[in-house]
């Protein structure tokens, strides 16, 4: 999944629109949904974006789907916790010998939550599936990010693979050798996983930094640079876009939906 998702962000159909438009308008859409005060705008948030990466970028639905599943699920633990815990109106339902139940202002608010949740997600995945980590670190230091912090972050992204490929490549190792055909044998595989994965983890860091002294390395990581502008259409009509979310939001920000 990793590898599908970096080689989507380098060869997907928005791949010709600046790196700076595409990241300001993530950035921009996350913002109008976590400040949203009611649910119509970060959904109109998910709906457009989700648009745009299935119909414009080319994305595959099952691809976006998989990926969108992971942070909506842990959303949807804390949405039930929360429909429980906060108080507010009506009851719309309570659980038999047990002191819990919902209420309409618990339900609104989860409602409210789950939404900013999927608006945002959409709107870092859109940036996430269309443009390459490369030319966000080079727009990075364009705009004047310490060097050192651009260093920090480019080495992290680099071991998060080298760390998923390691423990991919152990894990399949265990499945050939029917590791996990029993509970007690899966959990003694993945203890064995862990304990193996820390410590090919530390030899290939060891090698990378052996490599990066063989080729010189002087302190700093060198950035490839684009070229791209942003054209004054792709701008206007970010810029309505955008302002359309906000009005939605000022508008419709009173609405409830129990």
């Keep these: 999944m990793y590898e599908t998702l970096d080689g989507y962000a380098r060869t997907n159909r928005l791949g010709s629109i600046s790196p700076g438009l595409k990241l300001f308008l993530g950035l921009a859409s996350i913002l109008l949904c976590t400040s949203s005060p009611g649910p119509i705008a970060p959904l109109l948030v998910a709906v457009s974006l989700s648009a745009a990466i299935l119909i414009l970028a080319r994305i595959p639905p099952r691809v976006y789907a ?68 490369t030319e966000v670190f080079a727009l990075l230091k364009k705009i004047g990010v310490p060097t050192v912090l651009i260093d920090l972050a480019m080495l992290i992204y680099r071991f998060i693979f080298i760390f998923i490929a390691e423990a991919d490549q152990i894990y399949r190792s265990q499945v050939m050798r029917l590791g996990y055909g029993r509970f007690i044998e899966s959990v003694n595989s993945l203890g064995m996983l862990v304990g193996a994965l820390f410590l090919r983890t530390i030899d290939r860091g060891e090698a990378l930094v052996l490599a990066m002294d063989a080729r010189c390395y002087s302190g700093t990581f060198s950035t490839p640079g684009y070229s791209r502008s942003v054209s004054p259409r792709s701008f206007i009509a970010t810029l309505i876009y955008l302002g359309t979310v906000f009005a939605v939001s000022l508008k419709t920000g009173s609405l409830q939906f129990i």
């Design 66 to 133: 998989c990926t969108l599943l992971i942070p909506v699920s842990f959303a949807m633990m804390s949405v039930i916790v929360i429909l429980f815990i906060t108080g507010g109106g009506p009851v719309l339902f309570e659980v038999p010998f047990l002191p819990l139940a919902i209420t309409a202002g618990g339900a609104n608010l989860a409602i409210l939550l789950l939404a900013r949740v999927f608006g945002g997600t959409c709107a870092l995945l859109f940036v996430a599936l269309t443009t390459p980590m």
